[in-house]
């Protein structure tokens, strides 16, 4: 089974308007992190947000938040007021505190139209 | 500057000609990965190592190996490339400790191989 799937493969937006991005996990483990990247056309890997599976808020940095809902195993990443440069591919990542992976999703590729 | 370090950044060779593709990291992490990736399959752990000396194997380890003697390097090594090692490889480093796994980690720019 995948342990972490994004099941948008492309997605578009109008600039200033809010998008989600959906990702789900499948963990057994009590203890885990949640990650979401973005990698821009340019290649590299950037670190957007984290979540932890014990912590009770949604996670939030700047106008990336994160929805965290335990019992559906999901972890939506919402960008709010869309800008041209978020134009990227998005990947959710996990890992399971027992183990020592970390997983990642097959991503979503946004294009955010002006 | 922190950083991850990895060299070449491009590399374009024959089937059966060993290489290594380096990574050095500068933030004193314990934790060191190296990842593929392929289009429609995202990123896929090769190997990754929690400190000097120890390794263990990621979902896609056949035909890759690594060390890891020093804190800062984690050397990927391919014995006999094969064409389906084409891919974008990215090496990337995290402190291993903290709760519920809360560490981010830091990506190097890439490495674009071709295995002819």
């Known amino acids: 089974a995948q342990k972490i799937t994004q099941t948008q493969p492309g997605m578009f937006v109008q600039e200033k308007e809010a998008v989600t991005l959906d990702c789900t996990y499948d963990?057994?483990?009590?203890?885990?992190?949640l990650f979401w990247y973005k990698q821009p056309s340019s290649g590299e890997m950037i670190f957007l947000i984290y979540?932890?599976?014990?912590?009770?808020q949604n996670a939030t940095e700047g106008r990336y938040s994160l929805n965290f809902q335990k019992a559906r195993k999901s972890a939506n990443l919402v960008i709010s007021a869309s800008q041209l440069g978020d134009s990227a591919m998005y990947f959710c990542?996990?890992?399971?505190?027992?183990?020592?992976?970390?997983?990642f999703g097959t991503g979503t590729s946004l294009t955010v139209i002006p | 500057e922190a950083q991850v370090t990895q060299n070449p950044r491009y590399l374009i060779t024959v089937t059966g000609k060993k290489l290594t593709v380096t990574c050095s990291q500068n933030?004193?992490?314990?934790?060191m990965s190296w990842y593929r990736q392929d289009p429609g399959l995202g990123l896929r752990q090769i190997y990754y190592?929690?400190?000097?000396?120890?390794?263990d194997k990621g979902d896609v380890p056949e035909g890759y190996k690594v060390s890891r003697k020093e804190k800062r390097n984690f050397p990927l090594i391919l014995e006999s490339p094969s064409p389906n090692q084409t891919s974008l490889y990215f090496c990337?480093?995290?402190?291993?400790?903290?709760?519920?796994?809360?560490?981010?980690?830091?990506f190097g720019d890439g490495t674009r191989l071709s295995i002819l």
């Open positions: 963990t057994s483990d009590q203890s885990y992190g």
């Open positions: 990337a480093s995290s402190l291993f400790r903290g709760p519920s796994g809360n560490q981010p980690q830091h």
């Open positions: 990542a996990m890992r399971e505190v027992t183990g020592n992976q970390f997983y």
């Open positions: 979540q932890g599976s014990y912590d009770e």
């Open positions: 190592s929690m400190n000097v000396e120890v390794t």
């Open positions: 933030m004193n992490h314990e934790y």
